[in-house]
């Protein structure tokens, strides 16, 4: 089972930036860690993950150019740096944990372990 800890959500105007963080903890083997979003009415989407294996990226079309991943294995904490930000941003941002292959790192199946998420609204 793995636990997190997660922060850096806030409200922004159009443009700025922000940096999500995440840190996990517990005993489950991890090969990858992600952030998903969710907007209200809308399903969870995926945003970006990181295999700790090689360090290999993904990102979603939507915020591809604007944000960028990072991780720390040693502490098993991943970073999602979000750079001019739109108002479609505006979510609840979740860490997600587990071991996907290839054809999962960008789903939601992919992942077993899911933090409670932290708010992010972009609004003028």
């Known amino acids: 089972q793995v636990q997190f800890v997660e922060s850096g959500g806030g409200t922004v105007q159009p443009g700025d930036s922000l940096r999500l963080s995440c840190t996990a903890s517990?005993?489950?083997?991890?090969?990858?860690m992600a952030w998903f979003r969710q907007a209200p009415g809308k399903e969870r989407e995926f945003v970006a993950s990181?295999?700790?294996?090689?360090?290999?990226?993904y990102y979603a079309n939507s915020v591809k150019g604007r944000f960028s991943i990072s991780g720390d294995k040693a502490k098993s904490a991943i970073y999602l740096q979000m750079n001019s930000l739109k108002p479609e941003d505006t979510a609840v941002y979740y860490c997600?944990?587990?071991?996907?292959?290839?054809?999962?790192?960008?789903?939601?199946?992919?992942?077993?372990?899911w933090g409670q998420g932290t708010h992010v609204t972009v609004s003028s």
């Open positions: 517990g005993s489950a083997e991890i090969g990858a």
């Open positions: 990181r295999r700790w294996m090689g360090g290999t990226t």
């Open positions: 997600a944990a587990g071991r996907p292959i290839t054809s999962t790192i960008t789903t939601i199946r992919g992942y077993s372990s």
